[in-house]
């Protein structure tokens, strides 16, 4: 089980992670929750914390709060996606971020969707020092993703537990989607709505996949990206049926996808092969061989800063 948990991966891939985490930490405060801020609006009264909440304690929301809250979070996140001060920045936009949620979800409605993405936010400072493309394997960093992965399954599973809790088979059975398509489905939803017996098969499909989701740790690895793409698909789905996102679970999931592949500061150097720098790199007018173009990124602590060019 501990060989499981701290199953070694590329540092570059936790680079990629981590840049894409803080990053949709401040898309999300800018575009996907930005009316957490209203909150301070609300009569005091009428925050009931959830129970991390009451048991810290928490302040109730006030205008300088959820402000502070806001701009040292945005400032924070963007710092941290450089990879600079993984630990200092990571636990300052961990603890921020929990907080900022708490505000968000103590007036009545909780977002399961959040899960995996506070859980990634918890583990990204333990994982040590990375840089984009470095192939070198970390444990420490095999453990963040892991468990970022189990938080991001059991949002699954115990989706399907509370159905079966709240709803039981009349869940399965009922209208549920038919609820949903009548409150805010697209002309898609309308027209699969008009198959017969379409949308009941729909919500045994869906209770089928929740609780089967933990399959995806014993798949081998080419089944498990392509199970994961499924994951994908059926948000894209539900998307544009019933105009549901669920964007920070789809963040957490990039847990299990190879992102050390993914190097945008690599690409921008090579689409800048043409200019003065790129003759620099193949070696100049005498044609010796490049050197750079596919070096991994050097930056001490820094995962973002490129290597230094080889002078001819």
């Known amino acids: 089980m501990t060989r499981w948990l701290t199953e070694a991966v590329p540092r570059g891939r936790v680079a990629a992670f981590r840049t894409l985490v803080y990053l949709f930490v401040a898309a999300d405060l800018v575009f996907f929750t930005p009316w957490v801020r209203a909150r301070a609006s609300v009569p005091g009264d009428l ?7 009451r048991v810290l304690p928490l302040p109730a929301p006030t205008p300088a709060l959820v402000g502070v809250v806001f701009w040292a979070l945005l400032a924070l996140a963007l710092l941290a996606a450089t990879g600079r001060a993984h630990r200092l920045l990571g636990w300052s936009v961990f603890a921020l971020y929990l907080e900022w949620m708490i505000i968000a979800m103590s007036y009545g409605k909780v977002d399961h969707d959040r899960f995996g ?3 990634a936010l918890a583990a990204l400072p333990t994982a040590g020092r990375a840089r984009h493309g470095d ?3 970390t444990e420490a960093g095999g453990w963040a993703l892991r468990v970022t992965q189990i938080a991001v399954i059991c949002t699954y599973f115990l989706a399907a537990f509370a159905k079966f809790r709240f709803g039981g088979l009349d869940w399965a059975t009922g209208s549920v989607l038919a609820k949903a398509i009548i409150r805010r489905g697209t002309d898609l939803a309308d027209l699969i709505a008009g198959v017969p ?6 919500q045994f499909g869906i209770l ?3 609780l089967l989701s933990p399959v995806v740790f014993v798949l081998p690895a080419r089944a498990r990206l392509a199970t994961v793409g499924f994951f994908y698909s059926f948000h894209l789905v539900t998307m544009a049926t019933i105009t549901i996102s669920f964007a ?6 990039a847990s299990f996808l190879p992102l050390e ?4 500061v690599a690409w921008l150097r090579r689409l800048g092969g043409g200019g003065p720098a790129g003759r620099l790199r193949r070696g100049g007018p005498a044609g010796r061989p490049g050197q750079l173009d596919d070096q991994p990124l050097a930056a001490a602590g820094d995962d973002l800063r490129p290597a230094p060019l080889h002078q001819p």
């Open 248 to 253: 920070p679970h789809l963040v957490a999931m």
């Open 135 to 137: 192939p070198t394997r």
């Open 197 to 202: 017996h379409l949308l009941l098969v729909a």
């Open 208 to 210: 089928a996949f929740e």
């Open 117 to 119: 993405l506070l859980v």
């Open 47 to 53: 925050y009931q914390p959830l129970l991390v909440g």
């Open 261 to 264: 592949r993914v190097r945008p």
